[in-house]
Each structure stands twice: as structure tokens, then as C-alpha cells.
């Protein structure tokens, strides 16, 4: 360990919408050749915290880890696709997550549990960064796709790697359960304690 670690927080569908968009990405590279996120397993990233020190990163977590458990688990869509454009005419294709209200305040709940000011769209990356000319190959094959698939969101799970170590990789830290089932109002009631824990 060099003495600082980087923490990704995430949620895992099941098995059937990985190999799913597993597929998607496959398919994709027989199109444009090799991109940064055709060999990732799908999920829905939640948040990242860089260069943090692993006593105290971890120290922290043991403290939410009470706040995150009594969130209720989420039935999250994948509904179709879209994509973000970014920087330098990059642009990014991925799985939507359909947005409802339900949705809305649970994404707002983890929000505030993680301590999280920035808003993110929860999505499913299948090509990540690709340049236009690959987007404008593959757009065309993703546009009019319906797939739609219902999975529960149970669980979060944290990674960690080591910061400066060039060929680090993701390694499981831990998985929390969701286990709270008496509804958000109650949950979100409960996680409004003045501890602010904002250390990410």
C-alpha cells in the first residue's frame, strides 16, 4: 500500500443485464475497434473518492455503513439508451435508468448519506468516451433499441485500489446491504442527524 487509495462506489445488476450490456459493448467494438470501457462490468457508479487516506476512508465508512444499511432496496429500469457529450468532441453511450419520482428521492438519499453535493444521472456506461466518428458508427445501432428491464438494486458495493500504483486494480473492500423496508420517509427522517460526515 503507497499510502493513499482510491474508493469507487457502485451498484451491480444481476447477472442477465451484465451479460446483457456485455453484449452491447462486443457488438460495439466489432464497429470501432477497442474503447476504455469495453472490458468493465456493467454498473451504475455512485460515486468516486480519489488519493484519500485508507485509516480515515475506511474509519468513515464504518460510520455510514449504519446509514446506508437501513436504505430500502430500489427497482431501477433500464429503459433504452442515451448519451452524455463531453470535452473535445468525446461523448459517451449508455443504458438509461428511468426516472421516476421513487427514484428521484432514493438517488437523493444516498446522496445524503455519502455525503455527496454533486447531482448525477444514474446510467449504465456501454461506450465510454469514444470520439465522433466512432459515436456517429455505433449511434445509429443504439438509437431506436428498446430494451427494458426491471432489476432490485440491493446492495452497494465499494471498491478500493491503490492510488500511484500504475497497474492497480479494482479489488472488492466491501458490500452493504440495503435493508430497510418501512419506506423513504421513515429512512430519510432518520439519516437527518446534525453528524455531517463529508470527508470524500
Known amino acids: 500500500m503507497t499510502g493513499y487509495a482510491d474508493y469507487l462506489f457502485l451498484l451491480s445488476p444481476p447477472q442477465p443485464v451484465i451479460d446483457e ?23 451504475i457508479s455512485v460515486m468516486t473518492a480519489e488519493r484519500q487516506k485508507p485509516y480515515f476512508a475506511e474509519n468513515t465508512l464504518s460510520r455510514l455503513e ?12 433500464i429503459d433504452g439508451f442515451k ?14 435508468i428511468r426516472n421516476t419520482p421513487a427514484v428521484d428521492d432514493w438517488f437523493e438519499l444516498m446522496r445524503k448519506n455519502l455525503g455527496i453535493k454533486k ?3 444514474p446510467h449504465v456506461t456501454v461506450c465510454r468516451n469514444i470520439s465522433n466518428e466512432q459515436f456517429n458508427t455505433l449511434w445509429p445501432h443504439f438509437r431506436h433499441k428498446r430494451w427494458t428491464e426491471p432489476f432490485w438494486a440491493n446492495e452497494l458495493t465499494i471498491a478500493r485500489r491503490e492510488t500511484f500504483e500504475p497497474f492497480a486494480k479494482w479489488q ?29
Do not use: C, W
Not at 448519451?83 to 438509461?96: C, G, N, R, S, V
Open 83 to 96: 448519451y452524455f457529450e463531453h470535452l473535445h468532441d468525446k461523448k459517451t453511450i449508455y443504458a438509461a
Open 119 to 121: 447531482v448525477f444521472l
Open 172 to 200: 472488492t473492500l466491501k458490500r452493504i446491504s440495503f435493508k430497510g423496508n418501512k419506506g423513504l420517509a421513515e429512512t430519510t427522517n432518520k439519516t437527518d442527524s446534525n453528524e455531517q460526515i463529508n470527508l470524500f
Open 66 to 77: 449504519q446509514r446506508l444499511a437501513i436504505m430500502p432496496p430500489i427497482l431501477l429500469h
Open 21 to 43: 450490456v456485455a453484449r452491447y459493448k462486443k457488438a460495439s467494438a466489432k464497429h470501432i475497434g477497442d474503447f476504455s470501457s469495453m472490458n468493465s462490468n456493467a454498473h
